[in-house]
């Protein structure tokens, strides 16, 4: 008996492990992201490290209540690619008040999705290599911060990038928690006498009255929604589907989209399903019994709770830091978000024209009518499609208009071919008349 329950405990405390190890993954993975796109649209030190506070109240809150509600290992994170986005975004008109007002418009645009299914279908409506697209282009510069660094300050920033290489070949979920740890002694050993000394390493909670600007809302408020429903929600449920589970979107969805209205007003972007952390909490690894790996998650939440009480250090380190050092340790955790976006975008030739124009277009940071380049990189792809898909039906249709199907054809005007030439067309024409299956 004893040793039966001895094992019970074990299973047990390695699940808990495997739920901290998660927290601490995920939160070290990205909050110099979170960080830099919170300062990047107008966030004071103060501000951002609120933010990244009511983020990690936020997800704890969800992931605890999810875990236990449906006995599912649920993993809440942040939206990364979010971040990412107001990094590439920049300030904004109204300042950061305008941002948080559009951070509000897409918490309720993800409450409506988990209301109403008409939102969840237009996001899957948007072909998958334009969304690939759009998330590389929106990643691209802070993923070449790494060798901008290395040229600047090669002193601080070699370390980091060789760190982050030597632990992506054998400890390839810790490669950027030690880049990060890395950045930290060179910030120690090289920075300022005084350190962290002056800095309020207590967390904080500042309260960010919003404004609405119709301009902001277009440029972060409807891009944020789609990156985090198309790069955090729907990989997240497929994630999780790989290792049996189907946890009911819609509730999740609302779940999630209360706990960003909650936490925009204090400086938090959105909160989501995780996609990485979901494979830590999710999998055999976890815990033997799929139906006891819940308890992974509710530990992610407690870890994130207890995380959270670290912004204000976290704030510290970053203003000590080069910020094209920080840049680097978020670039670094991004790359493999911009090698899949990429490889999604290009890989099937159907649409990868329209692919290119949505990258380039998202890339060149441009800004039109206050309006940010994430958006215009959507919509120039769309239309790049569009075009397209008419010019190859266009194609398909002879001089005088009329479709060149066997149908409108007159019998007569044409050769009749033999029996065996008849039935060989045959057979080689009707994969292409049945419909391609959607992905």
Known sequence: ???????VWEVRVQAVMAGLVSAVVGYASSFTVVL??????????????????????????????????Y???????????????????????GGFPAAVGAFIVCAVLIVLAGLSPWPARAIAAIPRPIAGAMLAGVILSLCTAPVRAVVDIPLLAVPVVLTWAVLQRYLRQWAVPGALVAAVIAIA???????LSGAALRPAVELTTPTLNPSVVVSIAIPLFLVTMAAQNVPGMTVMATYGYLPPLRPVLVATGLASAAAAPF????????????????????????????????????GQLALGLGAGLAMALVLLSPPVLVTAVAGLALLSALGSSLAGAVTEPEGREAAVVTFVVTASGM???????AFWGLAAGALTALLLHRRSSTTKADP??????????NPSSRPVPSRRESTSAERHDRPDSSPRPTR
């Open 367 to 373: 800004t039109i009518l206050g309006i940010g380049a």
């Open 267 to 302: 400086g938090g972007h959105a909160v989501n399903l995780a996609a990485i952390t979901a494979a830590l909490t999710a999998g055999p690894d976890t815990h033997p019994d799929p139906g006891r790996r819940w308890i992974a998650t509710v530990a992610l939440g407690t």
């Open 1 to 7: 008996m004893r040793s039966v329950n001895g094992t």
């Open 189 to 195: 050993v090289h920075g300022p006498g005084d350190g």
């Open 36 to 69: 830099a796109g919170l300062r990047a649209v107008g966030a004071t030190p103060g501000q951002a490290a609120s933010g990244l506070l009511a983020l990690c109240l936020g997800i704890g809150v969800v992931a605890v209540f999810l875990g236990l509600r």
């Open 400 to 409: 005088a208009g009329r479709p060149t199907s066997s149908r409108s054809e």
């Open 71 to 93: 006995r599912m290992p649920i993993s809440i994170a942040w939206s990364t690619p979010g971040a990412a986005l107001l990094v590439a975004t920049g300030p904004v008109p």
